[in-house]
């Protein structure tokens, strides 16, 4: 089975844009999660998606959202973007009644 | 905010010796799981303990868990300079669904 693939790998914005990153789960793989890691906060959970609801929300503000399709892909956004959302995006897909998550490669994301 | 801390931060040792990192966390959990992380990318599942277990291996890894302390331990026998990298506990708990709480991490660097 192919891993999770996360699009795009590394991304340069700048301050104020939007952002919308993708993430495609291992194939039938129903939950998908999303987590930011930076060198200070280390990794925190952003929210989780199960058959296009959101299950969980981390403490993140409003400026970061996410969406998942009926095939189970999902997307994260960040509109207005700072310098503080550099970081490394991880996105992790798990089975139905797994608690094992399986992490894609991350969408490696800097803010000038 | 991160459930737990990791202990060491930081570990160097030689090829074939044995490398021990602790975890702790804060609140009741579901699971404890560990994780490895190459050179900031994505991470891999290493294994998972549930709260009524107390021991658990796969391979060269030993997993304990005191839910008395809030505590685990992963211990990697006879270390290889492939095992190079930073490990994370993340504890799994409260509501359904997947939501994982991240340690601090621990980079660990086998010299051959």
């Known amino acids: 089975k192919a891993g999770v693939t996360q699009t795009p790998r590394y991304l340069i914005k700048t301050r104020g844009q939007q952002v919308t990153l993708s993430c495609s789960p291992i194939?039938?793989?129903?939950?998908v999660s999303w987590y930011q890691q930076t060198p200070g906060q280390g990794l925190q959970f952003l929210f989780e998606y199960f058959s296009e609801t959101q299950r969980n929300k981390g403490n993140f503000p409003g400026r970061f959202s996410g969406r998942q399709f009926s095939n189970s892909r999902s997307e994260m956004n960040v509109s207005t973007l700072e310098l503080g959302d550099s970081a490394l995006y991880l996105c992790?897909?798990?089975?139905?009644?797994?608690?094992?998550?399986?992490f894609g490669p991350g969408t490696r994301l800097l803010v000038l | 905010s991160q459930q737990g801390e990791e202990d060491p931060q930081a570990l160097s040792i030689q090829e074939g010796e044995n490398a021990t990192m602790n975890c702790s966390y804060k609140?009741?959990?579901?699971?404890l799981q560990w994780y490895r992380q190459n050179s900031g990318r994505g991470l891999v599942h290493l294994i998972l303990?549930?709260?009524?277990?107390r021991e658990k291996h796969s391979g060269r890894l030993r997993v304990t868990l005191d839910t008395s302390k809030k505590s685990s331990s992963l211990l990697i026998t006879a270390s290889r300079a492939a095992d190079t990298a930073s490990y994370f506990c993340a504890a799994s708990s409260g509501a359904a669904g997947n939501k994982l709480t991240f340690g601090g991490g621990t980079r660990v660097l086998v010299k051959p």
């Open positions: 194939s039938g793989h129903r939950s």
């Open positions: 992790a897909s798990s089975f139905p009644g797994s608690e094992t998550q399986y």
């Open positions: 609140t009741s959990i579901n699971n």
């Open positions: 303990i549930r709260s009524n277990e």
